[in-house]
């Protein structure tokens, strides 16, 4: 579908207490097509006062017993079966809308939202077997081990996988007994109001899922500090999840934090090159790049360099960007002009900094895209790990090209990041592989293969890529307090 035939509008208001409402201030602002810069909707402007009504719910839904400990598990689970099946149901729209909202490529939302509703899926299954233990204490006593849900839980999350990175934080909150308030982030507010929507028609108790839609100092900042939350989950940018461990701290709020990278892309000579070279490239470049966990820093072993590289440039210069909603694009719009801004910034600074650009690719040719936030892929080659865009997170299309010598020398240099969430290594050879994966300092590793992430596995980072662990059963752990109930026998 064209983008120009899209002027429908998305306006909505939030929703709080199972009711949907303006902001108390009565404020709002727009969310924008990144494609060609159209506003598309008008949400409520949240702030401290419409987090605290939110708050309240939550807080009121949670002690009340209306979910948590006084709902039954098979009720929790069959609610979260029922989201899944509405947003299966709704999948089209659903992945068309993050398509506006955030411009990433149509067939990458529509597997985005298969596995939201494969995430809720798989956690209201999990929602009838959070057993407890009874560990052996002797003769005279017996000891209890149970599972509690942890209380109300602020949810923060990022534009680049809006809806995937909601559900991701949601589905498990819910499954352990939470309450939420889930606070999308300001360039993508529409698809956690769509999953509002459905929360509400499927039934699911006023209160136990609450959406407050604005910027992140007014309407997230007051989640940090009101001590009626009692847990963070946070995924965004490094600089924010400090700032929130901080914030956190004074109430002890328990806080998962799931944050950048700048993870190694490692190829070794005797890999199978036709995979590494298009693994490497959508794992730098899938998604625009707008990616925590995308394979930017590329090390390649000294004897096939020269071939990577040329082929690497050879397989750039094939994507073609344009609105995410054309079958024929393969690169989207950066999610914001401060998004392309900031990318472009790095791309600028580069040769400076002792980068040699090995390719730059095109903008769009479409005059209806003008005013889209568009960066084209560039590839750079860098001897050392010294320039900026060898070293900090760009969020963009931006490649770096390293060669190495030995397993040793790809570990050093794949460990040199201050960051440790993912690594890709390409090998034909198990030893190899297995000493690099076990040697790297990053919580993801991926063996020829780049970026997947399924919902049952396990996710989070080393270093300064985060605190906690989400997906799988692990998530879990994020919502849940455990109890030790002991029972003198004697
Ligand atoms: P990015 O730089 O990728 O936009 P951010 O870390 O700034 O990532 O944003 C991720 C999420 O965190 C967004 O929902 C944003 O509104 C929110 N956020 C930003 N600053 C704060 C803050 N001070 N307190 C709470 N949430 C915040």
Redesign the pocket.
Known sequence: MAEHAHSERFDSQMFIGGQWVDAVSGATFDSINPATGAVIATVPRGDVNDVGRAVAAARDAFDSGRWGQATSERERSRLLFAIAEEVRRERDALAELEVLDCGKLLADARADIDEVAFMFEYYAGWATKLAGDIPPVGPHAMSLIVNEPVGVCGL????NYPMLMAAQKVAPALAAGCTVVL????QTPLTALRLASIVERVGVPAGVFNVVTG???EA??PM?TDPRVDKIS?T??LA?GR??QRTCADQLKRVTLELGGKSPNIIYADASLAEAISGTCSGVFGNQGEVCSAGSLVLVERSIYENVISQLAEVASEIRLGSGLDPDVTMGPLVSSAQRDRVQGYVASAPSDGARCLYAGDLPSDPRLTEGFFVPPSIWEVDDLAPRIAREEI?GPVMTVTPFESVDDAIRLGNSTEYGLAAAIWTSDIKKALTTARAIRAGVVWVNDSQPAPSESMWGGYKQSGVGRELGPYALDAYLEKKHIYINLS
């Open positions: 923060i999350v990022p534009w606070k999308p982030a300001e910027f992140g100092v997230g900042e940090l946070f965004g940018s924010v700032h929130i969020f």
